[in-house]
């Protein structure tokens, strides 16, 4: 696939991300709207450190990756071979900043703590900042004009 199609391809994926993301956070509080849970204090409070953790134990180890794949990528030789290393870097970037944001959920869907809706649009927002632009993937891959 060439350049061009590549980055289409990864548009699309962030895209389905954010959509997948944002209809999960909201089946997510239509049904503990219709749904009657009991609170548990106790779940509340251990869920709320677990997510936390797990939300900055994710992001700092996605963006760690990604960015020692950037690295990688940006001394390969051919712009297909970085394009793809970049590809592969974003898939599990956004994965490692998707994940916390269903477990959140999973979480708030269990106990109805708001706080967890929170942490999910974060992420969302997260993801969202995370957008690939042609012109960003240009700079951090060294890519001429010509190459896109």
Not at 31 to 38: G, L, R
Not at 96 to 115: C, D, N, R
Request: glycine share 4%; aromatic share 10%.
């Amino acid at each position: 696939m060439n350049i061009a199609g590549t980055i289409r391809k990864l548009k699309f994926q962030h895209t389905v991300f954010l959509v997948l993301l944002v209809l999960a956070i909201a089946g997510a509080l239509v049904y503990t709207a219709s749904a009657t849970i009991a609170g548990n204090e106790n779940l509340e409070r251990t869920g709320s450190v677990v997510a936390v953790i797990l939300s900055v134990a994710c992001l700092l180890v996605g963006f760690n990756l990604f960015k020692r794949k950037m690295m990688e990528a940006r001394n390969l030789e051919l712009p297909e071979m970085r394009i793809r290393k970049y590809f592969t870097a974003c898939m599990i970037w956004w994965s490692l900043i998707y994940f916390p944001a269903l477990v959140a959920l999973a979480l708030f869907v269990i106990t109805a703590y708001y706080s967890f809706v929170a942490l999910a649009i974060l992420h969302c927002l997260i993801l969202l900042v995370f957008t690939p632009r042609k012109n960003n993937i240009a700079v951090l891959l060294r890519l001429t004009e010509k190459e896109i």
